[in-house]
């Protein structure tokens, strides 16, 4: 199954990033089949460089695209739809943070007593 996915590149703690189409399976510091475009999210205008008449070749023959690419494109209007949520909570965290926010909730809002009436 081919992929359209972005491959980190540029120097420690200052990244840049291809837009590839390769194998699902595969690392993506290896081989890939085209290079689509390159994404810096580093600079305020031109972040996304890609080829739109490429890109749109690869998913009609198939290639799924990662989700955060799938944004990427969309935002870009390249590709039309929806974005997808690209970060996942696991069972656990979600419990967890549940658990936290209701614990906060009674704290947060406390039940003002009635004021007493003023004496005249």
Request: hydrophobic share 40%; glycine share 4%.
């Amino acid at each position: 199954m081919l992929t359209i996915r972005l491959q980190r590149v540029g120097k420690a703690k200052v990244p840049t990033y291809r837009i590839i189409v390769s194998e699902k399976a595969r690392d993506t510091q290896y081989d890939f089949l085209e290079n689509l475009g390159n994404f810096n999210p580093h600079v305020k205008e031109n972040q996304l460089v890609a080829k739109a008449d490429r890109i749109k070749y690869w998913i009609g023959k198939g290639a799924q695209t990662s989700d955060t690419v799938h944004n990427l494109l969309v935002n870009a209007k390249i590709i039309e739809g929806k974005k997808k949520k690209a970060v996942y909570l696991s069972k656990e965290r979600a419990a967890k943070l549940a658990e936290k926010k209701k614990a906060a909730a009674p704290a947060a809002a406390p039940v003002a007593s009635p004021a007493p009436a003023p004496q005249a």
